[in-house]
């Protein structure tokens, strides 16, 4: 236990955000909140600005660049006008150098030098959380609960553990591409847990299903099912939205993710460790060598996407890795993959794999002469099991063959997927 609790004081001296970056931030807010509050003035909108996120809640981590969410809450005479359009019109008169993401309501982000970004969010002000148009709605309820849930610097800094030891393993974010715990979700969980470690504990012991109902807004578990979107109910773990009980905070985890996170806690619980917190890079070189070893092909690629950079970008990579996956899985044993977001337009892939001794190819019914015949013709090793007629195949193709042969046949559906390119790396 004292190990533990050294290792986490060392780690935390590396995940708090240094003082004079903080003040920076709040210099530079406190500046470009006080110009944005004067443009809307000018423009007679009736809006409030608030700084929200993981800033407002002192729960920010230290990284190469720090995001930071300024809201833009508008009144709610606002409903099903273009408020997004509104604070772009605020932002040029300031003129302001900002980029704008596309999303279910455009918001807006501006690069502070190479130290930080400010992501300028339109939002409805609702007085009840289901009166809400879309999530970012509800950020101002997040915001005032959390910060009255975490009051010491204690909670505080085991928020922080958790985010650094999710952002490490790859697990902290809700985004497509991640499926994982968003900032919010870790804030709930921790105030639920009370401590970093008894979270990570509490991770590797879920079974089943795990309801988390902080506030106990639901009397049980059947209330619960019978409330609550089915579609928000297939994550492992539920944690009831403090703010709005019809909502899973946590509806983003998915199976995959969480039993990858399980495996870590587990690890780091049975030998604790700094690495732990600290983002592992992937050794190409050494995977090679490995591969070379077993007497495996390896292979590493880079696709590219036509969307927008960020979550939908990220979220189409991923989505063809899985499916090249599958696709390779037919043909192929694969021991060890990766897939790495650039944040960008392109992801890398991996692959370390052997080719199966044969595939089975599932042939016509045995009743059906022409195309049985038609089969039989094609391979002549063809063989009736059941009502069915199969056939073993051989492949011979290196995984590069494979690939490039693989790319010229789906072309339409890697447009289909909004998949531009696919080079060996």
Same mark, same amino acid.
């Given at each position: 236990?004292?190990?533990?609790? @050294? ?11 240094p ?5 920076y ?12 509050e ?16 993981s800033?407002a ?8 660049k ?9 009144d ?14 605020a932002l040029?008169e ?6 704008v993401?596309?999303?279910?309501? +455009? ?6 030098g ?5 992501e ?6 609702v007085?009840?959380?289901?009166e809400?148009?879309n ?10 609960y ?11 800094e ?12 790859k ?7 991640? @499926? ?19 979270f ?14 902080n506030?106990k ?10 409330n ?7 994550s492992?773990?539920?944690?009831? +939205? ?13 199976e ?9 806690? $587990? ?8 690495k732990?917190f600290?983002?592992?890079?992937i050794n ?17 690629l880079i696709?590219?996407? +036509? ?5 939908v ?7 063809f890795? $899985? ?10 044993k694969i021991? @060890?993959?990766?897939f790495?977001y650039?944040?960008?337009?392109q ?16 042939g016509?019914d045995?009743k ?7 089969? $039989?013709?094609?391979h002549?090793?063809?063989f ?11 492949? +011979? ?11 010229f046949?789906?072309s ?14």
């Open positions: 236990m004292k190990k533990i609790e @050294n290792i986490l004081k060392e780690v935390l001296i590396k995940v708090n955000p003082k004079e970056s903080l003040d931030i709040e210099k530079f807010l406190k500046k470009f909140i006080a110009e944005l004067g443009k809307f003035r000018k423009m007679k909108a009736d809006v409030q600005i608030f700084v929200g996120g800033f809640k002192g729960t920010m981590i230290r990284k190469g720090y995001d930071v969410d300024v809201f833009a809450r508008f709610e005479k606002y409903r099903g006008k273009n408020i997004s359009g509104i604070t772009k019109k040029e300031m003129k302001a150098d900002f980029s993401v596309h999303g279910s309501r +455009d918001y807006f982000r501006i690069d502070v190479s130290s930080f970004f400010v300028i969010v339109p939002v409805i002000k007085k009840k959380p289901k809400a148009e999530i970012t709605d509800l950020s101002y309820f997040h915001v005032d959390v910060k009255k849930k975490l009051k010491t610097g204690k909670m505080t085991e928020v922080r553990l958790a985010k650094a030891f999710c952002h490490a393993n697990c902290y974010g809700a985004e497509g591409y991640i @499926n994982g715990f968003s900032g919010y979700a870790l804030e709930l969980l921790i105030n639920h847990y009370k401590s970093f470690l008894n990570a504990r509490g991770m590797t012991k879920i079974k089943d299903k795990e309801i988390i109902d506030e807004l639901y009397k049980n578990k059947s209330e619960i099912m019978m609550m979107n089915s579609a928000k109910m297939v492992p773990i539920i944690v009831i +939205d403090p703010t709005y009980k019809e909502r899973n905070a946590l509806a983003a985890l998915s995959e993710t969480f039993r990858q996170f399980k495996e870590v806690c $587990r690890k780091f619980l049975k030998n604790p460790s700094e732990a600290e983002e592992q890079e190409l070189e050494k995977i090679k060598e490995n591969a070379r070893k077993t007497k495996s092909e390896f292979i590493s696709a590219e996407t +036509d969307k927008q950079e960020g979550d970008a990220g979220s189409k990579l991923i989505k890795y $899985r499916h090249l996956s599958e696709e390779i899985g037919k043909y192929y021991s @060890n993959k990766g790495d650039n944040d960008k337009k992801a890398n892939y991996f692959f370390v794999l052997k080719k199966k001794d044969f595939i089975l190819l599932n016509p045995k059906d002469k022409k195309n049985s015949a038609l089969f $039989r013709k094609k002549k090793n063809a009736v099991k059941g009502n069915r007629i199969f056939a073993k195949e051989k492949l +011979d193709k290196s995984i590069r063959e494979f690939i490039n042969d693989w790319k046949k789906n339409e559906k890697m447009k289909e997927m909004h998949i531009v390119g696919l080079k060996i790396d």
